[in-house]
């Protein structure tokens, strides 16, 4: 056994029970000290048999000091109004036909917030209590996604506010006072009306791409993409609203791999990389499309994009914060998503994603995918 299970030197000549085979408690052949959450077990006199690696790190307790003392003495819980959490449940002398402790918050010594479930184990339905099966949880990777989802609401709830906000202005002042308008005022006000529409409509795609994204539910339909052409449709439309030609510079390098790849999110990841590139950069955009090395294994190429420009960059210290949520290279508006939905998408097309400096001293995006061809074109 391991340091986490094992009596301390002694322990048996002090009358404490032997430590539990590991397949006694997790299976044959497992280890407890192998488990990711802090596990403890009592027997049937309350003595902690059972003190894993995970636990002595959550508690900052060492094994050989837990085992074979009283379960109480041990893990001293408390709940959040400050009460004994063993006295409280008395797992060995509460009610036969309770199994188990749902999760809940607790405290340990100090005042460290552990999320604590227990199960009672017995050796008929309401027998008595044979084990208590206790496992530990550090909160602060739930508190790190609580907070990651109130910033979100937060964000949303800001983003939305504005343009909502003029909708319902422009729309009731129209309807309060239709004739008092030229044809032009009213033109004006339902082009504004449209553009704040198409605003909250692009967050709640953000927020679906975001939420299939994070429960691992993105779907990718593959079909053969021209990469080059899509890249030209997004530069040309650039130049019909206005934009100079020479500010942007295609480079492809054939011959390419035939690409299999869902066209429309691709089409979102260009459109977002162009998009960042001419707001927030200066000079030239300059887009690279060669054939690379696959970043799938099993597979010898893949297609490579590389958007970059000549502005002044991204900050060294921002560079390993770019690709998370509520990230913003300027104070020119946006949400901070982009990018975070950029990199789960091509993440979920098995590729990769970087950020460094363009030559030129701007900011330069790679994102390289496996040419991901069907088998039976193989």
């Known amino acids: 056994m391991s340091v986490g299970t094992s009596s301390a030197p002694g322990a048996r000549e002090a009358g ?4 539990p085979r590991p397949g006694d408690l997790a299976g044959p052949g497992v280890d407890p000290d192998e488990l990711p959450d802090g596990l403890v077990v009592a027997d049937e006199h309350g003595r902690v048999i059972c003190f894993n690696a995970a636990a002595e790190r959550i508690t900052a307790r060492r094994a050989a000091d837990a085992l074979g003392q009283s379960l109480e003495r041990a893990l001293p819980l408390e709940d959040l109004e400050g009460r004994r ?6 797992p060995y002398g509460g ?3 309770r199994s188990r402790q749902p999760e809940r918050n607790l405290l340990l010594p100090g005042g460290r917030e552990v999320l604590v479930t227990a199960r009672y184990v017995r050796a008929a339905p309401t027998g008595p209590v044979r084990r208590v099966l206790v496992t530990l949880r550090d909160t602060e990777a739930r508190r790190r996604t609580e907070r990651s989802h109130a910033e979100l609401i937060a964000t949303v709830a800001h983003e939305l506010r504005s343009p909502l906000t003029s909708v319902k202005g422009f729309t009731a002042t129209l309807l309060a006072k239709w004739e008092r308008f030229t044809d032009d005022q009213k033109r004006l006000m339902l082009e504004t009306v449209d553009a704040d529409a198409d605003r909250v409509t692009r967050l709640i795609a953000e927020l679906l791409d975001i939420s299939r994204i994070d429960s691992g539910r993105l779907e990718v339909r593959r079909q053969p993409v021209d990469i080059g052409a899509a890249v030209g449709r997004h530069i040309q439309a650039y130049v019909a609203a206005g934009l100079p030609a020479d500010r942007f510079l295609l480079r492809l390098v054939q011959p390419l791999p035939d690409l299999w790849a869902d066209p429309d999110k691709i089409d979102q990841v260009l ?3 162009i998009e960042n590139a001419v707001r927030h950069g200066e000079g030239t955009v300059t887009i690279d499309i060669t054939a690379t090395a696959s970043p799938r294994e099993g597979e010898e190429t893949g297609t490579s994009v590389t958007v970059s420009d000549e502005g002044p960059g991204i900050p060294e210290e921002s560079m ?4 998370t949520r509520f990230w913003r290279g300027s104070k020119r508006g946006g949400t901070g998503l982009g990018l975070y939905i950029v990199k789960g998408i091509v993440e979920a097309h098995g590729g990769t994603i970087t950020v460094g400096r363009a030559p ?3 900011a330069e995006f790679r994102f390289t995918l496996p040419v991901a061809a069907p088998a039976y074109l193989a």
């Not at 404490?16 to 430590?19: F, G, H, S, V």
């Not at 390993?320 to 690709?323: E, S």
């Open 16 to 19: 404490r029970p032997p430590a």
């Open 85 to 90: 959490w063993w006295q409280l449940t008395d």
């Open 95 to 97: 009610l036969a036909i």
């Open 271 to 273: 459109s977002n990389l």
């Open 320 to 323: 390993n914060r770019v690709f």
């Open 360 to 362: 030129g001293g701007g």
